[in-house]
């Protein structure tokens, strides 16, 4: 199985899919991951330049993004929002589309819903849809998403745990019969170091959150470990450390206490040492 390290547009808005393929082929990414903004124009230059480095390197992978503007509406309203905008994705052809997917206060039977819409379209376009492990969407709490996951076995997740450690307040100590239940569904990773305080600690190479880094890179190196015993080819990870107002400031200035860019690329840098030792 390979590891490909795929780089976020987050952070970024506002830089030209030009710009942002050439950052990322400079700093040896196999492929992005994006929130793709409202614009034609934007998303043409973007397939265009995805087209070229295809050209050369047809194996470069496209994550697409679904994630929906926060707004209060019935469950009906949401399925029509995100089934539009997951439609929207799937013509565009992505290696796969990585889904914030309902939301933390609708129903178990609402949420349920929202995922059979999400899944009917992946099964009709033949791209995989995704569910992030995220705060605020059905997937916000370990234990409550393991419901879901006994009426949907054939669930495909996006891996962040630093979401988990802040809802629950810990590093997971006290979970980890459950997080080993819910591994195996997991098939790409953001790779962002959290605490039991906050998604994202200011700087994860900072000697007081020694602990933290080595905790993220145990549960990373399990899901790498299980998905090299289905035989999955590839494994994506995307390196997510993000923009104010994730990342940490200065009081006032409110200047960045680490750099988003130099954190990412160190993270994929130290998991590609990290993981060619472990296997």
């Known amino acids: 199985m390979r590891i490909k390290y795929v780089c976020p547009y987050w952070g970024l808005e506002g830089t030209s899919p030009t710009d942002f393929f050439k950052k990322v ?12 903004p409202d614009s034609r124009e934007f998303i043409e230059e973007f397939q265009l330049k995805l087209e070229r480095i295809r050209n050369t390197n047809p194996n470069f992978i496209f994550i697409s993004q679904q994630v929906l503007s926060l707004r209060h509406e019935r469950v009906e309203e949401y399925i029509e929002r995100m089934t539009k905008r997951l439609e929207e994705l799937v013509a565009l052809r992505p290696d796969f589309i990585n889904s914030h997917t309902g939301k933390d206060y609708f129903s178990f039977e609402d949420n349920c819903r929202v995922i059979e819409a999400a899944e009917n379209i992946a099964h009709q376009s033949g791209i995989p849809i995704l569910h992030e492990t995220h705060r605020g969407r059905f997937t916000f709490h370990a234990a409550s998403l393991l419901p879901y996951l006994e009426i949907f076995p054939q669930l495909k997740l996006t891996g962040d745990f630093s979401h988990w450690c802040t809802v629950s307040e810990s590093l997971l ?3 980890i019969e459950i ?5 195996p569904y997991i098939y790409h990773l953001h790779a ?3 605490s039991a305080q906050a998604p994202q600690v200011n700087d994860p190479f900072a000697p007081e959150w020694k602990g933290n880094l080595e905790t993220f890179i145990g549960w990373w190196k399990k899901i790498i470990d299980v998905r ?11 390196p997510e450390f993000g923009p104010i107002p994730y990342m940490p400031t200065m009081p006032v200035s ?7 860019w130099e954190t990412n690329s160190r993270i994929k840098n130290r998991l590609q040492i990290e993981f060619a030792l472990h296997h």
């Not at 409110?254 to 988003?260: F, H, I, K, M, Y």
């Open 228 to 238: 090299s015993k289905t035989k999955d080819s590839i494994l994506t990870i995307c």
């Open 25 to 36: 082929l400079e700093e040896g990414y196999d492929g992005v991951e994006i929130n793709l």
């Open 254 to 260: 409110q200047t960045p206490l680490c750099d988003q």
């Open 173 to 175: 100590s006290d979970q």
């Open 179 to 183: 997080l080993d239940r819910i591994i």
């Open 192 to 194: 962002r170091v959290g």
